[in-house]
């Protein structure tokens, strides 16, 4: 486990696991009662297969969350606003190999 955010509510958490040890981070959810956690498993559905980098942030509320997805180098280079509706938006990309987000 490398990030542990909690949600704006507190009912939430939001942390990315690698579990293959070569810095390869999965997007996890996790909640503190039965209602999140039913939302939490929605949400790891949603994601299961999201590569990100190691730090993810909350938006304004439970319902989006801001990653950096990794080129096949591990290098961020896409911003992405993650929406439990399904609702994603490429926010910004970094083409040029010498920079990282």
């Known amino acids: 486990v490398s990030c542990c955010v909690p949600s704006p509510s507190g009912q939430l958490l939001a ?3 690698d579990a293959t040890g070569d810095e390869s981070y ?3 959810f996790t909640g503190v009662n039965e209602k999140s ?3 939490s ?3 790891n559905q949603a994601f299961q297969e999201t590569q990100v980098d190691a730090e993810v942030r909350w938006g304004q509320d439970d319902s989006e969350i801001f990653v950096l997805q ?3 180098t591990s290098r961020p280079f896409e911003l992405w606003r993650l929406h439990e509706s399904g609702d994603h938006c490429l926010l910004y990309r970094e083409d040029d190999l010498r ?3």
């Open 41 to 43: 498993q929605r949400l």
């Open 37 to 39: 956690k039913e939302k």
């Open 15 to 17: 942390y990315t696991v």
């Open 99 to 101: 920079f990282r987000l």
């Open 70 to 72: 990794t080129d096949a």
């Open 26 to 28: 999965v997007l996890q």
